[in-house]
T-cell receptor, first 116, second 114 residues
Framework: GAVVSQHPSWVICKSGTSVKIECRSL??????MFWYRQFPKQSLMLMAT?????????EQGVEKDKFLINHASLTLSTLTVTSAHPEDSSFYIC????????????FGQGTRLTVV | AQSVSQHNHHVILSEAASLELGCNYS??????LFWYVQYPGQHLQLLLK??????LVKGIKGFEAEFIKSKFSFNLRKPSVQWSDTAEYFC????????????FGSGTRLSIRP
């Protein structure tokens, strides 16, 4: 199957700093990518839909100025957590669907963010 | 509103028991349905998927699921579970468009007693 790669797998940062997480579709093009957040022992909550070449669509309650999303190419989307606080500590997962077939979604391995 | 409901939050079974995890969805239009598994400390893995055709789909590791359109359900089954099936199971749904959102259920934690 297709591969979605996230980097880094884990990151620890200080409060107030910003962290960028990359999501790449390695062997297919993805016009649309999705960013999820997963709290311990909970389900994946959709944060935003990343659209190549245009603004991301954020879910209700997600601060767009805090979670900056850029989808500059058909294979790369980035999520930047700005001015991170301990409550932003979580597991962030990206997903991508192939532009042409658009059926199955493929998931990255996730990024564990810890803000201290 | 788009939603996925998994009624069983935590299921505990003995090895060799049969498994059925419930999943109901609310999503307008044509849907694709998925079951994902997340083993402790690992990322999501696709168990099986339904796009069209035979409503009974078979996935990896002996799992299967049946799409019943009239009941908006996509229950996951396995005739005989193993200790290694201990994991979190998520039902998910999205629309046919490549831009449509994937909505996840709250998950069911499956614990298998050896």
């Amino acid at each position: 199957g297709a591969v979605v790669s996230q980097h880094p797998s884990w990151v620890i940062c200080k409060s107030g700093t910003s962290v960028k997480i990359e999501c790449r579709s390695l062997d297919f093009q993805a016009t649309t990518m999705f960013w999820y957040r997963q709290f311990p022992k909970q389900s994946l909550m959709l944060m935003a839909t990343s659209n190549e070449g245009s603004k991301a669509t954020y879910e209700q309650g997600v601060e767009k100025d805090k979670f900056l999303i850029n989808h500059a190419s058909l294979t790369l989307s980035t999520l930047t957590v700005t001015s991170a606080h301990p409550e932003d500590s979580s597991f962030y997962i990206c997903s991508a669907r192939e532009t042409l077939t658009g059926t199955e979604a493929f998931f990255g391995q996730g990024t564990r963010l810890t803000v201290v | 509103a788009q939603s996925v409901s998994q009624h069983n939050h935590h299921v505990i079974l003995s090895e060799a028991a049969s498994l059925e995890l419930g999943c109901n969805y609310s999503y307008g239009g044509t849907v694709n349905l998925f079951w994902y598994v997340q083993y402790p400390g690992q990322h999501l893995q696709l168990l099986l998927k339904y796009f069209s055709g035979d409503p009974l789909v078979k996935g990896i590791k002996g799992f299967e699921a049946e799409f019943i359109k009239s009941k908006f359900s996509f229950n996951l089954r396995k005739p005989s579970v193993q200790w290694s099936d201990t994991a979190e199971y998520f039902c998910a749904v999205n629309g046919a468009s490549s831009a449509s959102k994937i909505i996840f259920g709250s998950g069911t934690r499956l614990s298998i007693r050896p």
